[in-house]
């Protein structure tokens, strides 16, 4: 009887567990690279929109109410330094082994190849897609495995959500 009621225990401890981390398939890749465009004077500037196709899957049977979050990080030329230049986000409600695509697109980050005066001197550099449940991250997805490490805790993501870019 002690078996059996043990055995019962440790099924009623992992489903309340398992509930507590809903399991999410997250997949996000470019989906369109950096355009080159010329301005009204005939100079070529390097007009950078970034488009990412995000896959998000409820793996369960039960509903799951999430969030999804999106970064484009810039890396400026002269110091190295990561900002996010763009983001934006988007709630949904999956049921039960239930998908959606997302095609995220950035906004313009244009950058001046014969003066950094002009625009910046930054260029798109990767981005970054989460899944929040609540405040918490349940799923991260980056370009880069520093980034997505760095993102994979609250913090680090609020820290590179709120970037700035730097003074040129």
């Known amino acids: 009887m002690k078996r059996v009621s043990v055995a019962l225990l440790i099924i009623?401890?992992?489903?309340?567990?398992?509930?507590?981390?809903?399991?999410?398939?997250?997949?996000?890749?470019?989906?369109?690279?950096?355009?080159?465009?010329?301005?009204?004077?005939?100079?070529?500037?390097?007009?950078?929109?970034?488009?990412?196709?995000?896959?998000?899957r409820n793996l369960r049977t039960q509903p799951e109410e999430v969030t999804v979050k999106w970064l484009f990080v810039a890396k400026s030329e002269q110091n190295r330094k990561l900002w996010t230049y763009s983001q934006g986000d988007e709630a949904i409600t999956l049921n039960g082994g239930q998908g959606t695509n997302i095609t995220a697109t950035s906004e313009k980050l244009v950058a001046k190849s014969y003066d950094i005066y002009f625009g910046t001197n930054s260029k798109p550099n990767a981005y970054v897609v989460v899944v929040l449940q609540g405040e918490d991250i349940i799923k991260c997805v980056a370009s880069s495995q520093p980034l997505q490490v760095k993102c994979s805790t609250k913090e680090g993501f609020e820290e590179m959500q709120n970037s700035k870019p730097p003074e040129e």
């Not at 567990?17 to 100079?43: M, T, W």
């Open 12 to 56: 009623v401890a992992c489903a309340g567990l398992s509930r507590a981390n809903p399991a999410i398939f997250l997949q996000a890749s470019i989906a369109k690279k950096a355009e080159k465009a010329k301005d009204r004077f005939g100079d070529t500037d390097r007009i950078q929109h970034q488009t990412i196709d995000i896959v998000v």
